[in-house]
């Protein structure tokens, strides 16, 4: 089945230390996005990839960064976490920018 | 800001009733309202879209209502099923610079579903 894939489910990082998030697709979509979900809290798109193109919220702390180094692949990565930064991070995909988006399971990260 | 709204954080119905779940918003330029669910542990999930020139639309078991007047948007799930709990989210298609879009996300309303 064609799948928005989250690697790692759950990830456990110390404060300060640079942490890697993996999103991959078997959709052949051509827009991937990272949102921020914090508990209770609704998804808080921080940038997303129309092709090549990266596109940053203009909130999103320099703190996090990104790459796409092909269609299906999508890195998230934070280069100082802080303890704010503790929170699901969603990976998710559309082909162009329709509203129906497609959405991994997440990866949650713990800031110790 | 937000500019997407919901009026309940919670919301218990029984199994086999319908459920009603409302969302306010104050962007009127948006071209799009939509409805996702998430379950526990899951990514959201589309569930169904409403263009703003459009007062309603019918899914399976759903129903979007859009009241431009009001700025207001619902999401009527028919006969409710245990497999419908979940937290559901209303969001709009908002421009985020230049040519591209994104959507805003509202808080989100727990549906919980007795049996």
């Known amino acids: 089945d064609a799948m928005v894939i989250q690697n790692p489910r759950y990830q456990v990082t110390q404060f300060g230390k640079p942490v890697t998030l993996s999103c991959s697709q078997t959709?052949?979509?051509?827009?991937m996005y990272w949102y921020q979900q914090k508990s209770s809290q609704a998804p808080k798109l921080l940038f997303h990839?129309?092709?090549?193109?990266?596109?940053n919220e203009a909130d999103t702390p320099d703190n996090f960064q990104s790459r796409r180094p092909n269609t299906s692949f999508c890195f998230l990565d934070i280069r100082s976490p802080g303890l704010g930064d503790a929170a699901m991070y969603l990976c998710a995909t559309s082909r162009d920018q329709t509203v129906e988006q497609f959405f991994g399971p997440g990866t949650r990260l713990t800031v110790l | 800001g937000e500019s997407v709204g919901l009026h309940l954080p919670t919301l218990s119905v029984q199994e086999g009733d319908n459920s009603i779940i409302n969302c306010a918003y104050s962007?009127?330029?948006?071209?799009?309202f939509i409805w996702y669910k998430q379950e526990s542990g899951k990514g959201p999930q589309f569930i169904i879209d409403i263009r703003s020139n459009m007062d309603k639309r019918q899914g399976q078991r759903v129903t979007v209502l859009l009241n431009k007047t009001v700025k207001h948007l619902s999401l009527q799930i028919a006969a409710t099923q245990p497999g419908d709990s979940a937290v559901y989210f209303c969001a709009e298609k908002r421009v985020s610079g230049g040519s591209n879009y994104k959507l805003t996300f509202g808080k989100g309303t727990l549906l919980t579903v007795n049996p």
């Open positions: 959709l052949n979509h051509n827009v």
């Open positions: 962007n009127s330029a948006s071209d799009y």
């Open positions: 990839y129309y092709d090549k193109d990266f596109n």
